[in-house]
């Protein structure tokens, strides 16, 4: 099999690195070290679906304590060729010290050599002090764990991953390399959206006290414990002043954070807030610190403001915020047995986005409820803001809560169904989907919603991915699936439903 082919040659060139690293440290060479570094980056981001894992070390030298990070899935790595239980600690010290557990919450050691057999738990978990999850068994990796982990990924990743091992570390002399074939490249379009937001951002400080909003809050229907979050507390000041408000804001140490405008009497939040004494603050003048750089805390309020907001533009669309998964799902607010919404690379019934599964053996039971859905992630590159948006799918027991065991075991039947084309057909739709409202603006000249979104990303010349093998395998998987289909063991999957 080629997979099989490929699977033993990139253990062969892995086995090449290693000796590499392993007999450049010995007489005092760490150049290897750090070439490492680089050459891992494209590997680690199709193992671990890391997008936008990148070289720390190119943004600062010797960046203390880790290698390499995306912010996005904040997932990082520390690079080194030493195994021993020390290097470990002082890794994971450095971590706590320097607080990336912020920034980061999962974070693996690459031993470039091999990792050790065994490593003591107890030692690492009293320097964690509870800052991060780190299971040496599972967070300590090698080629040879990675190469366990590269046997489960599609085909095309798999000799993406081999390619990159062969530029490096392959023999000339034995195997055949194509210096003077020229490259073929093709586009690839990301699921990364410039977007516009708005340029202020509004801070104030509430007067009303805590301790008084949720005594009153016993009193009446939408009552909260003492050890209530902030949030929920400016909830029940509000539903105490009789005010329907909507979910577009933050709220930080006793201050409320929106890109409403706060000094307006009409807005919902201000007879919560000193309203005399607001004045607006730049979005990246807010975001970064005294040095420049973004700082951490203030990052991580505006992408949260920003996720609340767009929840607030969608709503009306039949889009809601599902807390439990954290994502957003197309429902039915007309309460019907299916939803389909009309777009441009769709058929004229439209494209389904919900329907109501119903049980085989009584059609009159509703088995679950199918969503479309989608995650979103907001992220700052240089001073352009972004929003990444996966598609995915939601499975309810009546609409809205999660049906817990139709969602997990559907929803992994769907991704092994679900092609790379799907995806993309999926996301154009959701981005169309999320565009109407501005424009519908745009046609009316009105002023739009806060958060306006662009075209996707598309990186030209991108190295060409061979298709024609693994597709060969996946139409005839793909035959096997619509036929089961048909046969009606199976529902056709929202994702794949144009």
């Keep these: 099999m080629n997979l099989q082919k490929s699977i033993d040659r990139i253990i062969e060139l892995f086995l090449i690195f290693r000796r590499e690293i ?8 760490f150049d290897k070290n750090r070439l490492a570094e680089d050459v891992l980056v494209p590997i680690l981001r199709d193992v671990f679906e890391s997008p936008f894992l990148r070289n720390l070390n190119h943004e600062q030298n010797n960046y203390p304590g880790l290698d390499l990070g995306d912010d996005q899935s904040m997932l990082a790595f520390q690079i080194t060729s030493e195994s021993s239980i020390e290097k470990i600690k002082d890794t994971l010290r ?28 107890k030692a690492l978990k009293t320097i964690l002090n509870g800052h991060l999850q780190f299971d040496p068994d599972e967070h300590v990796i090698d080629s040879w764990s990675l190469t366990r982990r590269i046997e489960k990924l599609d085909y095309q990743i798999v000799r993406r991953i081999e390619e990159t091992l062969e530029v490096h570390f392959s023999n000339p002399n034995k195997y055949f390399v194509r210096p003077q074939t020229p490259t073929k490249t093709e586009n690839l ?6 977007i516009t937001l708005p340029t202020d951002l509004y801070i104030a400080r509430i007067v009303r006290d805590r301790r008084e909003i949720i005594e009153d809050s016993w009193h009446r229907d939408f009552k909260i414990p003492l050890n209530s979050s902030e949030r929920l507390v400016i909830w029940a000041a509000l539903e105490q002043e009789g005010v329907n408000a909507s979910s577009d804001w933050v709220v930080r140490s006793g201050e409320i954070i929106t890109f409403q405008n706060l000094r307006d009497e009409d807005s919902s939040l201000a007879h919560l807030v000193d309203s005399s004494s607001v004045d607006p603050i730049p979005v990246n003048t807010y975001v970064r610190g005294d040095d420049g750089h973004p700082n951490v805390d203030r990052l991580n309020t505006v992408k949260e403001l920003l996720r609340n907001t767009l929840r607030v533009q969608t709503s009306h669309r039949g889009i809601v915020w599902q807390h439990e998964e954290e994502l957003f799902i197309f429902i039915d607010p007309d309460g019907g047995t299916i939803r389909k919404e009309a777009w441009s690379g769709g058929t004229k019934a439209g494209r389904v986005v919900y329907h109501q599964v119903r049980d085989k053996t009584d059609p009159l039971k509703i088995w679950f409820h199918e969503h479309l859905a989608f995650r979103v992630g907001f992220d700052l590159y240089e ?53 109407k409202d501005q424009n519908e603006a745009l046609l009316n000249k009105g002023s739009g919603p806060r958060i306006s979104l662009g075209e996707p990303v598309a990186l030209e010349g991108a190295l060409l991915i061979p298709d024609a093998e693994w597709l060969q395998q996946e139409e005839k998987k793909k035959r096997e699936g619509l036929k089961r289909i048909f046969e009606g063991k199976e529902d056709t999957p929202l994702l794949e439903n144009q």
Excluded: M
Aim: glycine content about 4%; some cysteine; hydrophobic content about 35%.
């Design 94 to 121: 450095i971590f706590v010290e320097q607080k990336h557990y912020l920034r980061y919450k999962t974070v693996y050691v690459y031993v470039l050599t091999q990792k050790q057999k065994k490593y003591g738990k």
């Design 22 to 29: 392993d007999a450049h440290n010995r007489v005092g060479l």
């Design 189 to 194: 379009v990301l699921n990364l959206l410039p």
């Design 383 to 435: 001073s352009q803001w972004y929003v990444s948006i996966k598609p995915d799918w939601f499975c309810s027991w009546n609409g809205y809560n999660k049906s817990n065991y139709q969602h997990k075991n559907r929803i992994s039947f769907l991704k092994k169904k679900t092609h790379n084309s799907d995806v993309l057909i999926a996301l154009r739709f959701i981005v169309e989907i999320l565009r």
